[in-house]
């Protein structure tokens, strides 16, 4: 790591509607994603902060599956901040927060409902779809090893912190890097 270093990346990814929604293999639907990316680094300690915001196309998906009709797929605000600590020359130390907006999705709540019948009044729980944005926040611990020459090892493992949405509870993750 080099004192004071300071580095931004902007980019721009995108998806093609390829696959088979039907099939949950892909979406089905186009999205565009713009991002940055920000870091510095102070001696063995090297922050560094993302930012982005993809925009989706439609999809059977987000639509009525039954009879093929399309519906807009929600939109997504994402960011990330974190840090990387050089524990020895060989050993650094990773940790993120992670955040994402989704915005308009189709969500799914239970309300109380009440029916009189013939035995009385009873209250149920029922369902109701609506559209609203939701927060989901996750955070990430990590090592990243140089165990030889330019194989490095990386030991994470990803966790949910607050928010809504389907998320893992814990998802770990091994990787192995090698530069040539």
Do not use: C
């Not at 979406?27 to 922050?47: D, N």
């Not at 599956?65 to 650094?92: C, H, I, M, N, Y």
């Amino acid at each position: 790591m080099k004192e004071h270093a300071r580095a931004l990346a902007v980019g721009l990814d995108t998806r093609i509607p390829s696959g088979d929604e039907l099939n949950l293999l892909g979406a089905g639907a186009p999205a565009v994603r713009g991002y940055a990316a920000f870091s510095t680094a102070f001696g063995r300690v090297a922050p560094h902060a993302n930012l982005g915001y993809q925009w989706n196309g439609r999809s059977i998906l987000a639509g009525e599956v039954r009879t093929r009709q399309k519906g807009d797929l929600p939109d997504q605000f994402g960011w990330a901040v974190g840090s990387e600590f050089g524990v020895r020359d060989r050993l650094t130390i990773v940790a993120d927060v992670l955040g994402q907006d989704v915005i308009k999705s189709p969500q799914i709540a239970t309300y109380p409902f009440t029916a009189a019948g013939p035995a009385g009044t009873v209250t149920l729980q029922d369902i109701r779809f609506s559209n609203g944005s939701y927060w989901t926040t996750e955070g990430a611990l990590g090592l990243k090893a140089n165990v030889a020459g330019r194989l490095l090892l990386d030991v994470n493992v990803r966790f949910h912190i607050a928010g809504k949405g389907l998320t893992d509870r814990i998802a770990p993750l091994v990787g192995i890097e090698w530069t040539f």
